[in-house]
């Protein structure tokens, strides 16, 4: 029965219409979907660059702080002797 009504939509003007219009609705569906899993892969992108940027800040004034380090403990006693720590 089914397969009857679909030869008779199918060999009609109307039903070739309505499949047409259905596959176009199809189309855009998948489309719309494709650009919002795009959407969200962008954003996690972006949101891994940006905790990347701030852990590199970090990194780099660790650096900064261990190169201005005391090289000993005599060093580091005189610095403290003269309060520049």
Do not use: Q
Request: aromatic share 4%; net charge positive; no cysteine.
């Amino acid at each position: 029965m089914i397969a009857a009504l679909g030869a008779a939509l199918a060999g009609s003007a109307w039903g070739r219409r309505a499949a047409g219009i259905l596959l176009v609705a199809a189309a855009i569906l998948l489309f719309m979907l494709s650009l919002r899993r795009a959407g969200e892969k962008a954003g996690r992108a972006a949101e891994r660059l940006e905790t990347r940027e701030k852990s590199d800040v970090i990194h780099r004034r660790m650096l900064e702080a261990a190169s201005r380090r005391p090289a000993d403990r005599d060093a580091l006693a005189d610095r403290l002797r003269g309060g520049r720590f």
